[in-house]
């Protein structure tokens, strides 16, 4: 059943911890770089920033030093220690106009509060404000909704840490000015930030970026676009075993494959709604033959014209299209990331088509076939998080009724499935509510891998139909659902989850022959190729390095078994196996270790 709603992090003593530390390392900036000009400071995911305008120097932007960083870490130690009062009040618009005359990001900001175009906290709002809130400590003041803490003292000085800098346009916009950002952290103590400090070591040691280098996975080159990967042969063999993996077990569940353009007419997806919807992050239409085209932002869209292909009968239901679609999206160049975070993505996307009384038994079905990906992977803390609406934005389509219709379907179905979820306000795709899974990898980072959705809007938008037993017209329901989400992001995620030491299944190169000296390598590649004769993916180092550096070499390629061969080895027909951990596990006759092997790779096991 469902879980009672955790406490929202905007909510949490964590936050208002994150909040109080930007504003006291904001401080601690203008008592170092008084002529410094000050932007927006939120809390973040496990920490909190602030921008910063220094001026120019030499023409461009001045920047913050490693050892600036440290003064200012240090000044804003001192002062949390104090023990200052966060004292909250608000002002007219002209007072603020007149206290921030200096600071004319704040200024910007006091503008468009009053025109009712952001509120405080930067979010957007369709209420002109007559006056402004602000927090002040000592003699710094800042435009601010708040929360904080009471006191500068609950932010512990040991359980501070500033983190890097970097540039960032203001508002995000690259024809802005760009400021200087600094990223910090902050703590309930201590212990949890020298965690997090480890944690972090750990993941840059696991950044999937240089081990996609290091093991040969995947490319950008900036002659191509930054966020556009290219998939070397290494990773495009990771990505097409995922690819076949999933395409069987559709197969088996009865998915149907479909395959859809690159580009579509403008008007698809205004009838969709992506495109008035999520234009900002969509490419520029392009005119074809006095028509406006565009890259293809969704594949449902495309899916929806395959169902309309024909008449349809509800013995055609449930109707269930599957495609590995590539998408594309507009992403700012200052935020793009590797695999994680690109311009052009391909989606494990498929779409069911099924009638209202087949819908709960549909949703339950996806459940089970993302949970058995789940499981599959050894992803097995994981949690599920049901999407809804926020009825006071307008950023969600539909009438009430649909939308309760939909979270109710959900939770049904959720309920009977017997799953633990939480009900989170806001998480809803705009056309219908969704069921999310939130996966926790090895470092404790929380990634959205699967999700299921169910639309009632595209249906009545796209007057979809199918004949009923009783001969009249009716309206089918729409369930998105997508496993993997996003191949290139949850590569990236299987990168760092593993560290690159993947599962013999997935692994790129499974088996590295090791011939000792050059008289062995005719019986290497023949044993190589015996296994590939079973579908193992092999490798042979016949190059004239010793033998224990062709063993290395293969460990720093994370490959899970080396097969030493040498003269005993070619005279009983066996190879002597090491694994990629270091152990020397002797010789086995090849017959038993292909036998040992396959039986691994058909489980796929996470043993070696």
Same mark, same amino acid.
């Given at each position: 059943?469902?879980?009672?709603?955790?406490?929202?992090?905007?909510? %949490? +003593?964590?936050y208002?911890i994150?909040?109080?530390?930007?504003? /006291?390392m904001?401080?601690? /900036?203008? $008592?170092l770089?008084?002529?410094?000009?000050?932007?927006?400071?939120?809390?973040i995911?496990?920490?909190?920033?602030y921008?910063?305008?220094?001026?120019?120097?030499?023409?461009?932007?001045?920047?913050?030093s490693?050892?600036?960083?440290?003064?200012?870490?240090?000044?804003?130690?001192?002062?949390?220690?104090?023990?200052?009062?966060?004292?909250?009040?608000s002002?007219s618009?002209?007072?603020?106009q007149?206290?921030?005359?200096?600071?004319?990001?704040?200024?910007?900001?006091?503008?468009?509060?009053a025109?009712?175009?952001?509120?405080?906290?930067?979010?957007?709002?369709?209420?002109? $404000?007559?006056?402004?809130?602000?927090?002040?400590?000592?003699?710094?003041?800042?435009?601010?909704?708040?929360?904080?803490?009471k006191?500068?003292?609950?932010?512990k000085?040991?359980?501070?840490?500033?983190?890097?800098?970097?540039?960032?346009y203001?508002?995000?916009?690259?024809?802005?000015?760009?400021?200087?950002?600094?990223?910090?952290?902050?703590?309930?103590?201590?212990?949890?930030?020298?965690?997090?400090?480890?944690?972090? +070591?750990?993941?840059?040691?696991?950044?999937?970026r240089?081990?996609?280098?290091?093991?040969?996975l995947?490319?950008?080159?900036?002659?191509?676009?930054?966020?556009?990967?290219?998939?070397?042969?290494?990773?495009?063999?990771?990505?097409e075993?995922?690819?076949?993996?999933?395409?069987?077990?559709?197969?088996?569940?009865?998915?149907?494959?479909?395959?859809?353009?690159h580009i579509?007419?403008?008007?698809?997806y205004?009838?969709?709604?992506?495109?008035?919807?999520?234009k900002? %992050?969509?490419?520029?239409?392009?005119?074809? !033959?006095?028509?406006? *085209? =565009?890259?293809?932002?969704?594949?449902?869209?495309?899916?929806?014209?395959?169902?309309?292909?024909? $008449?349809? %009968?509800?013995?055609?239901?449930?109707?269930?299209?599957?495609?590995?679609?590539?998408?594309y999206?507009?992403? #700012?160049?200052?935020e793009?990331?590797?695999?994680?975070?690109?311009?052009?993505?391909?989606? !494990?996307?498929?779409?069911?088509?099924?009638?209202?009384?087949?819908?709960?038994?549909?949703?339950?079905g996806?459940?089970?076939?993302?949970?058995?990906?789940?499981?599959?992977?050894?992803?097995?803390?994981?949690?599920?998080?049901?999407?809804?609406? !926020?009825? @006071?934005?307008?950023?969600?389509?539909?009438?009430? +009724?649909?939308?309760?219709?939909?979270?109710?379907?959900?939770?049904?179905?959720?309920?009977?499935?017997? =799953?633990n979820?939480t009900?989170?306000?806001?998480?809803?795709?705009?056309?219908?509510?969704?069921?999310d899974?939130?996966?926790?990898?090895?470092?404790?980072?929380?990634?959205q891998?699967?999700t299921?959705?169910?639309?009632?809007?595209?249906?009545?938008?796209?007057?979809?139909?199918?004949?009923?037993?009783?001969?009249?017209?009716?309206?089918?329901?729409?369930?998105?659902r997508?496993?993997?989400?996003? =191949?290139?992001?949850? /590569?990236?995620?299987?990168?760092?989850h *593993?560290n690159?030491?993947?599962?013999?299944?997935?692994?790129?190169? #499974? &088996?590295?022959?090791?011939p000792?000296? !050059?008289?062995?390598?005719?019986?290497?590649?023949? &044993? @190589?190729?015996?296994?590939?004769?079973?579908?193992?993916?092999?490798q042979?180092?016949? @190059?004239?390095?010793?033998?224990?550096?062709?063993?290395?070499?293969?460990?720093? #390629?994370?490959?899970?078994?080396?097969?030493?061969?040498?003269?005993?080895? =070619?005279?009983?027909?066996? &190879?002597?196996?090491?694994?990629?951990?270091?152990?020397?596990?002797?010789?086995l006759?090849?017959?038993?270790?292909?036998?040992?092997?396959?039986?691994?790779?058909?489980?796929? @096991?996470?043993?070696?």
């Amino acid at each position: 059943m469902s879980e009672t709603n955790p406490i929202p992090y905007a909510e %949490s +003593e964590l936050y208002r911890i994150r909040h109080s530390a930007a504003h /006291v390392m904001a401080e601690a /900036v203008l $008592a170092l770089f008084p002529e410094a000009k000050i932007a927006i400071g939120p809390p973040i995911e496990d920490g909190f920033y602030y921008d910063f305008d220094l001026g120019q120097e030499n023409g461009k932007p001045r920047t913050f030093s490693e050892e600036n960083l440290a003064q200012i870490e240090e000044r804003m130690k001192e002062l949390l220690k104090q023990n200052a009062p966060f004292e909250h009040s608000s002002m007219s618009i002209r007072e603020a106009q007149a206290f921030f005359a200096d600071q004319p990001y704040k200024l910007e900001l006091i503008a468009d509060l009053a025109a009712g175009k952001l509120d405080e906290n930067g979010e957007a709002t369709a209420v002109p $404000a007559s006056e402004v809130s602000i927090y002040k400590q000592r003699d710094f003041v800042d435009l601010c909704r708040g929360p904080h803490v009471k006191f500068t003292k609950q932010v512990k000085a040991n359980a501070v840490k500033l983190l890097r800098t970097g540039g960032a346009y203001w508002r995000g916009n690259e024809n802005n000015p760009q400021l200087q950002r600094i990223y910090g952290t902050a703590w309930h103590n201590k212990e949890e930030l020298d965690e997090y400090l480890r944690l972090l +070591e750990e993941a840059k040691a696991r950044d999937h970026r240089r081990l996609g280098k290091q093991l040969g996975l995947f490319h950008i080159s900036q002659l191509v676009g930054s966020g556009l990967p290219l998939w070397l042969p290494k990773g495009a063999v990771l990505r097409e075993t995922l690819e076949n993996f999933l395409r069987q077990a559709q197969l088996e569940r009865g998915y149907l494959p479909v395959i859809t353009p690159h580009i579509g007419k403008l008007d698809l997806y205004i009838t969709s709604g992506h495109y008035p919807y999520y234009k900002a %992050s969509q490419y520029t239409p392009i005119d074809v !033959d006095e028509e406006k *085209f =565009m890259l293809k932002p969704m594949n449902c869209p495309h899916h929806i014209e395959i169902y309309r292909s024909e $008449a349809r %009968s509800y013995r055609d239901l449930p109707l269930r299209l599957a495609e590995f679609g590539t998408v594309y999206r507009y992403e #700012q160049s200052g935020e793009l990331t590797g695999l994680t975070r690109v311009r052009g993505f391909t989606v !494990d996307d498929s779409h069911l088509f099924v009638t209202p009384d087949q819908l709960e038994e549909e949703f339950i079905g996806v459940v089970d076939l993302i949970q058995f990906v789940f499981q599959t992977m050894g992803f097995h803390d994981f949690r599920a998080r049901l999407g809804t609406n !926020d009825p @006071s934005s307008d950023k969600y389509a539909g009438a009430p +009724e649909m939308w309760a219709k939909g979270i109710n379907a959900i939770r049904q179905a959720a309920d009977k499935a017997g =799953m633990n979820y939480t009900i989170e306000e806001g998480e809803a795709a705009f056309y219908g509510p969704k069921l999310d899974f939130i996966f926790r990898d090895v470092l404790k980072r929380e990634w959205q891998l699967g999700t299921v959705q169910v639309d009632f809007l595209l249906p009545e938008r796209f007057d979809l139909e199918y004949t009923g037993e009783d001969g009249q017209k009716h309206r089918p329901v729409m369930i998105h659902r997508a496993p993997f989400g996003s =191949m290139e992001r949850f /590569v990236g995620i299987l990168i760092e989850h *593993f560290n690159g030491a993947f599962p013999l299944w997935l692994a790129p190169a #499974q &088996v590295m022959m090791v011939p000792i000296a !050059d008289r062995h390598n005719e019986y290497a590649h023949a &044993v @190589s190729r015996q296994l590939r004769a079973v579908g193992m993916r092999v490798q042979v180092d016949d @190059s004239s390095d010793r033998m224990n550096k062709k063993i290395r070499n293969a460990q720093l #390629q994370k490959i899970p078994y080396m097969l030493v061969v040498g003269d005993k080895e =070619m005279e009983n027909n066996a &190879v002597a196996v090491r694994t990629r951990d270091e152990e020397d596990r002797g010789a086995l006759p090849v017959a038993e270790f292909i036998s040992h092997a396959t039986t691994l790779i058909t489980t796929k @096991s996470m043993e070696l």
